[in-house]
């Protein structure tokens, strides 16, 4: 396998040159292989638990990638009657928004993810031709691209906004904006490449009224197709209502045999357990098939920055905020694997879809000045924002391209600041090297030249690079499963849920009086009232600053021969004494996340490729089937 990613796809062009790259992925163990017309390799695969399915019209192609198989009626029902790409793609929004899709018409080679952005595609020059995947480092690898310490010191910040997190991290490789899809021909110009917008958000023109019963739709179909032909489930079951809704919408959708997941909480006054049984409770009321409950103590789970060393088993897009989380991750979907389950749902994206960002009030202001008022009024006095900064965050919002080029500053954190603007202020952490300020704050300024918002309201904008943001981090939860041997799904970032969503009111998705409204009147006839009731959510920041402690050892360890300070981007000497002070004010102030999680990536990702002819463990590849299929 490359390295230690185990779960990828390379689009290949038809030429012999293509033939020689597919044979570079050979290390990768076992291969699946779909041809050209040619007989050459086009799509060259390793999908642990994906499944490609796949229909053809002469040499035109339909090729979904996805939780699961679709049924060859329904793909060629989309194929056949396509008269060219664009109208293929337009077809395919008939189906559940959770494939990567690679497509072939008149010559045409099409690949595109989905538009909440789970599902990304990168591509790269090539001596071959122009070469596609969902992973960049499968095109690091294949064009032996060096990583970029410009766009590494960017992931240095808890947030990196819209368009900065779509520069990858090696050279000379591009991603393609998810609203977006690369289409490749080979002309009388020799090989090209395009980009064509191939999804467009609804506009929120629906009440809570008419939404709700579309939301309750999707969900039902993104629950009923990522759960298609497995006999044993797991729900991660938390006692929030958004793992709770996905939990009785999987009941419904006539999973047989499900275990439920709950992680008991450290802090004695946390809610969420309690929560979690009675959820499990009504779930196995009137369950026609078994429904068992499994409470992780507390004490089995790590806490925050525990196992740092095993980081290194997944070599991820790009560096995440969640490094220190995973081995808590991976308790959780290791005992899930333990039950027997074959797949394991969760409700991640619930608080990026329901909870209602307050730039919405700016979108509601034109139309609506008294709503946006009184819902600001009661958001005013949830988070404690001054009246004044309020009115001008409200009033005076800078251009987009304006407040990128100031989006992070060097000054303290600041504090009661209103979240009305298009996305969060920085501050810049006090353990960076004057290099690595100099890289963000150009990489910031050069973005800003030209960069264009999501959509001209801050609102929406804000809406849809929110849910992008958090899709985009639930792929590392996929790739621990892969890792614990569990297929993991989030069927709230499906597009036709996301698009459901953003179809409603701002004024009837964001009501502050109100716990996420839109998801509560759409799963009202599947999950108890008793349990909607729930307004409360818990939060983990005491396992946080004692996982700081009781792992200072290891955060110590990792500053020592740290390779982001080779790379003048830390000062580790500075982070090595914060690691022996956790409880300092420094660390209070500014969070150590971004930074513990670039420092295990890197170290991942420099060694992450075994060598030519190795094999997984580093034995040298004998011939196979498999390997002369791509040689």
């Keep these: 396998m490359p390295g230690h990613l185990r779960d990828f796809f390379a689009v290949l062009p038809d030429s012999a040159e293509g033939r020689a790259v597919a044979g570079r992925l050979r290390p990768a163990g076992e291969l699946h292989v779909v041809p050209h017309p040619s007989g050459r390799p086009w799509i060259v695969s390793r999908l642990p638990f994906r499944r490609i399915s796949r229909v053809t019209r002469g040499d035109d192609a339909l090729v979904l990638i996805g939780p699961g198989p679709v049924p060859d009626a329904e793909l060629l029902g989309v194929l056949e009657p396509a008269r060219d790409t664009a109208d293929l793609h337009r077809?395919?929004?008939?189906?559940?928004?959770?494939?990567?899709v690679v497509s072939r018409i008149g010559g045409e080679v099409?690949?595109?993810?989905?538009?909440?952005?789970?599902?990304?595609?990168?591509?790269?020059?090539?001596?071959?031709?122009?070469?596609v995947s969902d992973r960049p480092a499968v095109l690091a690898h294949l064009t032996g691209a060096e990583l970029d310490d410009g766009a590494l010191a960017l992931r240095l910040l808890d947030h990196l906004p819209h368009p900065l997190r779509h520069r990858p991290v090696w050279r000379g490789l591009e991603e393609v904006d998810p609203a977006y899809a690369l289409s490749l021909r080979d002309g009388a110009g020799g090989p090209g490449h395009t980009v064509w917008r191939w999804w467009r958000p609804p506009e929120p023109e629906l009440g809570a009224a008419e939404g709700a019963p579309l939301l309750a739709a999707a969900l039902a179909e993104s629950v009923r197709a990522h759960l298609a032909g497995h006999d044993r489930i797991s729900c991660?079951?938390?006692?929030?209502?958004?793992?709770?809704?996905?939990?009785?919408?999987?009941?419904?959708?006539?999973?047989?045999?499900?275990?439920?997941?709950?992680?008991?909480?450290?802090?004695?006054?946390?809610?969420?357990?309690?929560w979690a049984r009675r959820g499990a409770a009504d779930l196995r009321r009137g369950a026609p098939r078994p429904v068992e409950h499994r409470v992780i103590p507390a004490h089995d789970a790590p806490l925050f920055y525990a196992d740092l060393r095993g980081n290194a088993r997944e070599l991820l897009d790009e560096p995440f905020p969640v490094a220190p989380a995973r081995a808590r991750a991976h308790l959780l979907?290791?005992?899930?694997?333990?039950?027997?389950?074959?797949?394991?749902?969760?409700?991640?994206?619930?608080?990026?879809?329901?909870?209602?960002?307050?730039?919405?009030?700016?979108?509601?202001?034109?139309?609506?000045p008294l709503k946006a008022w009184s819902r600001l009024g009661a958001?005013?006095?949830?988070?404690?924002?001054?009246?004044?900064?309020?009115?001008?965050?409200?009033?005076?919002?800078?251009?987009?391209?304006?407040?990128?080029?100031?989006?992070?500053?060097?000054?303290?954190?600041?504090?009661?600041?209103?979240?009305?603007?298009?996305?969060?202020?920085?501050?810049?952490?006090?353990?960076?090297?004057?290099g690595a300020v100099e890289l963000i704050l150009e990489g910031f300024r050069s973005a800003?030249?030209?960069?264009?918002?999501?959509?001209?309201?801050?609102?929406?904008?804000?809406?849809?690079?929110?849910?992008?943001?958090?899709?985009?981090?639930?792929?590392?939860?996929?790739?621990?499963?892969?890792?614990?041997?569990?297929?993991?799904?989030?069927?709230?970032y499906d597009d036709r849920v996301v698009e459901a969503v953003l179809a409603v009111r701002a004024e009837d998705r964001l009501v502050p009086w109100r716990y996420k409204p839109l998801l509560v009147e759409a799963v009202r006839e599947v999950v108890?009232?008793?349990?909607?009731?729930?307004?409360?959510?818990?939060?983990?920041?005491?396992?946080?600053?004692?996982?700081?402690?009781?792992?200072?050892?290891?955060?110590?360890a990792l500053w020592s021969g740290s390779l982001l300070a080779e790379r003048g981007l830390v000062?580790?000497?500075?982070?090595?004494?914060?690691?022996?002070?956790?409880?300092?004010?420094?660390?209070?102030?500014h969070p150590i996340d971004a930074t513990v999680s670039c420092e295990a990536w890197l170290r991942t990702a420099e060694g992450g490729w075994p060598a030519e002819g190795a094999g997984p463990g580093g034995e040298r590849h004998r011939d196979s089937e498999e390997s002369e299929a791509v040689s």
């Design 528 to 556: 108890p009232a008793r349990l909607l009731a729930r307004t409360t959510k818990d939060h983990m920041a005491a396992d946080d600053v004692q996982g700081l402690r009781e792992h200072s050892a290891d955060l110590r």
């Design 110 to 131: 099409c690949v595109r993810g989905t538009a909440s952005g789970h599902r990304r595609v990168y591509h790269a020059r090539h001596a071959a031709g122009r070469l």
């Design 236 to 274: 991660e079951l938390s006692g929030g209502l958004d793992s709770t809704a996905v939990a009785f919408l999987a009941r419904r959708a006539g999973a047989r045999e499900t275990a439920l997941l709950t992680v008991a909480s450290r802090n004695a006054h946390a809610e969420d357990e309690a």
């Design 571 to 589: 000062d580790a000497g500075r982070l090595r004494r914060l690691a022996d002070d956790p409880f300092s004010p420094v660390l209070q102030q």
């Design 448 to 492: 800003a030249e030209h960069a264009e918002p999501l959509d001209p309201r801050p609102g929406r904008h804000a809406d849809i690079d929110t849910v992008r943001l958090g899709a985009r981090g639930f792929q590392v939860l996929e790739d621990v499963g892969v890792t614990a041997g569990l297929p993991v799904a989030a069927p709230f």
């Design 333 to 368: 979907l290791s005992r899930a694997a333990a039950t027997g389950s074959r797949y394991h749902l969760t409700g991640y994206g619930g608080d990026e879809l329901f909870n209602g960002l307050p730039a919405a009030c700016c979108d509601l202001l034109p139309r609506s």
């Design 91 to 100: 077809r395919l929004t008939r189906l559940p928004g959770l494939h990567h």
């Design 379 to 434: 958001l005013r006095h949830q988070y404690g924002w001054p009246l004044w900064p309020t009115l001008r965050g409200l009033l005076a919002r800078p251009p987009f391209a304006a407040w990128l080029a100031g989006a992070v500053t060097s000054g303290p954190p600041a504090d009661r600041s209103p979240a009305l603007s298009w996305g969060p202020r920085q501050t810049l952490r006090p353990w960076l090297t004057d």
